[in-house]
């Protein structure tokens, strides 16, 4: 089983603690920071951007996830300042062609992730499997955090490694975004899960920093 990794969302963190809150997460060596990209059209709130991931970039070396939720990615993915060792998830639903955004994202060097909704079948990433790194599996609605998981996601989990490694890629991770909690996160490892979107519920939860990103990392083991 691959290695189980953090990717604390940043839409969770109180922005006027942001910048104690990145050294906290390099000194923890947090993996990634996952940045939720909404335009009010691919889902209905609007929420970080192109700058946000430039400032991130110059405060700190922790790679960026992240995690587009906006239409026709593969026009914009330009405006984002990723690369090597980043990590960008486009959606299935999001795109047309999305064969050209996943290529043009390993072009840039990055690791290239498929988004699936809730509702959208995990064998639907098959046609893609070739040009990915990765699937982010959304265990909510995409949009809103603090939402509660949806019932099938340990089962959709279980189902995409099962076929991941049918596949013979079993390299392949699975990113799991939503309501990924201290009860929660144990069950999607179990499932096959290796990367771990954290926030209201989890490393942002109420109580110090440190000690929830311990606890998550404990019961990931
Ligand atoms: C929701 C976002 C998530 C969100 C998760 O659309 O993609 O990354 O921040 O937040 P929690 O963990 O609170 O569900
Ligand atoms: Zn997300």
Redesign the pocket.
């Known amino acids: 089983m691959n290695r189980a990794e953090l990717s604390p ?1 940043l ?2 963190a109180d922005v006027f603690e942001l910048r104690e809150t990145l050294r906290v997460f390099g000194q923890c060596g947090v993996e990634y920071l ?1 940045i ?1 990209v909404m335009d009010g059209v691919f ?1 209905p709130n609007f929420c970080l951007g192109t700058d946000f991931c430039r400032q991130l970039r110059a405060e700190t070396s922790i790679p960026l996830d992240v ?1 587009l ?1 906006i239409t026709e990615p593969e026009k914009k993915l330009a405006a984002f300042p990723i690369g090597a060792g980043d990590l960008v998830s486009v959606h299935l639903e999001s795109a047309d062609r999305i064969d050209g955004a996943l290529t043009a994202i390993r072009a840039r060097g990055a690791k290239a992730f498929l988004a699936l909704n809730p509702d959208t079948p995990v064998d639907a990433i098959l046609p893609h499997l070739p040009l990915l790194d990765g699937v982010l599996l959304m265990t ?1 609605y ?6 509660t998981m949806t019932p099938d996601s340990l089962d959709r989990i279980a189902r995409l490694r099962a076929l991941l490694d049918r596949c013979g890629r079993p390299e392949v991770r699975i990113e799991v ?4 909690n201290y009860e929660k996160a144990p069950l999607m490892r179990a499932a096959g899960a290796d990367l771990f ?6 490393v942002f939860r109420r109580g110090d920093l440190r000690e929830n990103i311990a606890a998550m990392r404990a019961l990931l083991q």
Do not use: I, L
């Open positions: 969302s839409m969770c996952h939720d889902v995690h939720m909510v995409p949009g809103f955090a603090g939402q975004d939503g309501n990924v979107v954290s926030g209201s519920s989890g």
